[in-house]
C-alpha cells in the first residue's frame, strides 16, 4: 500500500478495508451487498443505529446531545449553522485561524450578521489567538472556532471555557484524535474524509436545547430539528460512508478508543516535528510551537527548487500527499488516525536523508 499523507480524503485503516471488501458482495448472508441493502431495511437500520451508538460511547456524547449524519460536507455547516443558530437581531462570532475559518465566515455573512471575535491572520496563521483577546458581542448567538486547521497546520490545544455563548466547532480535521469534554460545546460538526471515514458524510454533534433554535421555516433539508427528528433518515442517507464510518469506529474501539488513538497521535506527530526541528533550519516548521496541530504537520524548505526536489524525490520514494496546501504552498504530511506509525517513521527517515544529502 502507498506511504499516503493526504488531507482528506485520507488513508483508512486497512483493517476497515479488508472487512469491507468482504462484505461489499455479501452483507451478512443477505445477498446483496453492503451498497445494495435499502435504507429502509433492517440491516441498515441497524448499521446505522450501531454507528450512532459508537459515536456516542467513543466520544462520551451525553444524552442531552444529538448526533447527525449528514450530507454536504463541512461546507454546508457553514451555511447550516447560522441558519438554524443564529437569532433573529442578534451576531454571530468567529474566531479566524485559518482558510476554512474564513469560510465559514463568509457564509454565515450572507445568513446575517457575523463578525470576527479574533484573528490570527496577521500572523500568517501560524497560532491560536488568546482567549483572552476575544471581542464577543454581548448579542451574540453563537462562537465559532475551527479546532485544527487543516491548511495551516495549527491546532486548539485547549478551549475557551465560561464562555456567554454557546461554543460552536468546526472539527473536521480532528474529530477522534482526543479525547473531547462536549460539555464545552453546544455543536460540533465534521466531514469524515479524513479520521472517520470516506467522504460523504458529516457528522453533526448538537445540544438538544440549540435545535430548539430551528425555525419550521427553514428548507427541511437544512433544518438541524427535522434531520434530529427523522434519526437523519429524513431523506435517502449516504449509506455506504455510514458503513464506513462503523467500520472505523469500530476499529478505533478496537484498538483502545480515543485516550489511546491520542497516544499514537502524539507519538506520530513527534516524529516528524523533531526531524524539523533538528535540521538545523532546513525544515522550517509552518506553526509556531504551542499551536502545532498533531493531525497535520506543515513546513517549507528553503527556497521552491529545493521544496520541488523534495516532493519529487518523495514521491518516487512511494510517499503520497506531501504537497502543502494548493493555497500556501511548501510541504504537509497528514498523520490521521489511521496513517500507521511505520509509514511516518519512514518519512522522518526520509527527510532527514534528504537534509544530509542536500
Ligand atoms: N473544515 C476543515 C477544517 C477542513 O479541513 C475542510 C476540508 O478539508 C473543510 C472544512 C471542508 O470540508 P468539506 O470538503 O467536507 O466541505
Sequence with gaps: RALNFNAGPAALPEAVLA??????????????GVMELSHRSKEFEDINEQTMNLMRSLLSIPDDYEILFLQGGASLQFTMVPMNLLEEGSSASYVLTGTWAEKALKEAQKIGNAVIAASSKDVNYRSIPSTSKFDIPDDSSYLHITTNNTIYGTQWHSFPESLPTPLVADMSSDILSRPLNLSSFGLIYAGAQKNLGPSGVTVVIIHKDLLKRSKTGLPSMLNYQVQAASKSLYNTPPTLSIYFLKLVLEWAEALGGV????????EKAALLYDAIDRSDGFYKGHAEKPSRSLMNITFTLANEDLTSAFLQEAEESGFIGLAGHRSVGGCRASTYNAVPFENVEKLADFMNRFRNRN
Design 259 to 266: 485516550k489511546q488513538l491520542e497516544m499514537m497521535n502524539k
Design 19 to 32: 472487512k469491507a471488501e468482504k462484505e461489499m458482495m455479501n452483507y451478512r448472508s443477505s445477498g446483496m
